[in-house]
């Protein structure tokens, strides 16, 4: 039953997810992101930092400790408190100098664990060299990994990767390009789809009562006429263009993890009329150790060796169950939930729906 409730659910959410914000599927050409890096050392580390054979944090900590006017030999140094990080961060083109983003670090050493540290004052650079800005601050975690005296050891999600909220400044502003050529800016959609795209320039037609101010170019390209009176005030006209509602489409897809025994449809999925007959065959082999004992005075010896019983079995299904056909997803659970199999059955049943051709969807699997 909880695939059942699982399946209707969906339906819900998608029915709702028909009609989005223009802001939601699409952005504006020129409206882009960087990716930052930078290299540094989380402090503060309770005896979970790199030991001496990460050679790379030796290194660090003295030369930092060099810019402090501090001189240091590398073979006197072993400090656990200390941890050589990767910095990532994902910014925006309109950020300004001086906005605060978040930050990710994640260990590169031998670390055990990142827990209460500090980040140092670290520079993130872009691809080319640049430096755009610059991070520090407390890590959060969200996890422990703790070694206990006994030498038992208790942990808790993952300890060697955590975020910085707003540990990063900008100090130099991204490239920035511009929205709009001469009087015409392009709307981009992020999942290309000729349906959405045409529907998206139908919306904003109607929305300026025009019907000539956008035109659909292909599945992902959308162009759009400033208006003259509008060219002053660009913000405002694009900010009226991203609340725009659009119906959008997407394709049938049915996407398994096998993994994990997940299954989840789309909307549109559908099935023919199909008649399904399955099967369970379970394997086990039970090992049993036993000792062989040699006669009295045979001088043999004693041998353990391990049984090994091998067990089949198998639940015969006689009756195939016939379905009319399902033309949408809770059809479909229900259809799916009458053959009274485990997900991970379901999964093997939504394969050979689809070799069989009864299955009208793209069938994605993890």
Request: contains cysteine; charged residues 20%; aromatic residues 6%.
């Given at each position: 039953?909880?695939?059942?409730?699982?399946?209707?659910?969906?339906?819900?959410?998608?029915?709702?997810?028909?009609?989005?914000?223009?802001?939601?599927?699409?952005?504006?050409?020129?409206?882009?992101?960087?990716?930052?890096?930078?290299?540094?050392?989380?402090?503060?580390?309770?005896?979970?930092?790199?030991?001496?054979?990460?050679?790379?944090?030796?290194?660090?900590?003295?030369?930092?400790?060099?810019?402090?006017?501090?001189?240091?030999?590398?073979?006197?140094?072993?400090?656990?408190?200390?941890?050589?990080?990767?910095?990532?961060?994902?910014?925006?083109?309109?950020?300004?100098?001086?906005?605060?983003?978040?930050?990710?670090?994640?260990?590169?050493?031998?670390?055990?664990?990142?827990?209460?540290?500090?980040l140092l004052m670290t520079?993130l650079s872009g691809k080319?060299?640049?430096?755009?800005?610059?991070?520090?601050?407390?890590?959060?975690?969200?996890?422990?990994?703790?070694?206990?005296?006994?030498?038992?050891?208790?942990?808790?999600?993952?300890?060697?990767?955590?975020?910085?909220?707003?540990?990063?400044?900008?100090?130099?502003?991204?490239?920035?390009?511009?929205?709009?050529?001469?009087?015409?800016?392009?709307?981009?959609?992020?999942?290309?789809?000729?349906?959405?795209?045409?529907?998206?320039?139908?919306?904003?037609?109607?929305?300026?009562?025009?019907?000539?101010?956008?035109?659909?170019?292909?599945?992902?390209?959308?162009?759009?006429?400033?208006?003259?009176?509008?060219?002053?005030?660009?913000?405002?006209?694009?900010?009226?263009?991203?609340?725009?509602?659009?119906?959008?489409?997407?394709?049938?897809?049915?996407?398994?993890?096998?993994?994990?025994?997940?299954?989840?449809?789309?909307?549109?999925?559908?099935?023919?009329?199909?008649?399904?007959?399955?099967?369970?065959?379970?394997?086990?082999?039970?090992?049993?150790?036993?000792?062989?004992?040699?006669?009295?005075?045979?001088?043999?010896?004693?041998?353990?060796?391990?049984?090994?019983?091998?067990?089949?079995?198998?639940?015969?299904?006689?009756?195939a169950i016939s379905i009319?056909?399902?033309?949408?997803?809770?059809?479909?659970?229900?259809?799916?939930?009458?053959?009274?199999?485990?997900?991970?059955?379901?999964?093997?049943?939504?394969?050979?729906?689809?070799?069989?051709?009864?299955?009208?969807?793209?069938?994605?699997?993890?």
């Open positions: 039953m909880k695939m059942k409730n699982i399946l209707i659910c969906f339906v819900l959410i998608s029915s709702m997810l028909f009609s989005q914000r223009l802001k939601d599927v699409a952005y504006f050409k020129g409206v882009t992101s960087e990716q930052l890096i930078g290299y540094g050392l989380v402090v503060g580390l309770a005896g979970g930092g790199d030991s001496y054979r990460s050679t790379f944090t030796v290194q660090s900590i003295t030369s930092m400790l060099k810019r402090f006017g501090i001189t240091v030999s590398d073979i006197n140094l072993r400090t656990r408190n200390v941890a050589a990080v990767m910095v990532t961060a994902t910014v925006n083109n309109f950020l300004k100098s001086g906005s605060e983003f978040d930050v990710s670090v994640a260990s590169m050493g031998d670390a055990t664990s990142l827990m209460g540290g500090t520079p080319e060299g640049t430096v755009y800005g610059m991070s520090q601050g407390a890590v959060s975690v969200g996890g422990y990994d703790i070694n206990t005296a006994t030498g038992g050891r208790v942990m808790k999600n993952h300890a060697l990767s955590g975020r910085i909220p707003n540990g990063g400044v900008m100090q130099q502003e991204l490239k920035n390009n511009g929205m709009s050529e001469g009087n015409v800016i392009t709307i981009l959609l992020r999942k290309p789809d000729f349906t959405t795209a045409s529907n998206i320039s139908l919306a904003i037609n109607t929305k300026f009562s025009s019907d000539s101010l956008s035109l659909a170019i292909d599945a992902s390209e959308i162009k759009v006429n400033i208006p003259a009176d509008r060219l002053a005030k660009l913000t405002t006209f694009l900010s009226e263009i991203e609340g725009v509602t659009v119906a959008t489409d997407v394709i049938a897809k049915v996407v398994l993890n096998e993994r994990t025994g997940t299954i989840v449809a789309g909307a549109n999925v559908r099935i023919l009329p199909v008649t399904i007959s399955h099967g369970n065959l379970k394997i086990s082999v039970d090992a049993n150790t036993q000792v062989s004992q040699p006669d009295g005075f045979s001088q043999g010896k004693t041998v353990m060796f391990t049984d090994l019983k091998p067990k089949v079995d198998r639940e015969d299904t006689t009756t009319n056909g399902a033309t949408n997803v809770q059809e479909v659970a229900t259809a799916l939930n009458s053959l009274r199999v485990s997900p991970r059955d379901i999964i093997a049943i939504f394969q050979a729906l689809k070799e069989a051709g009864a299955l009208i969807a793209e069938l994605i699997i993890m």
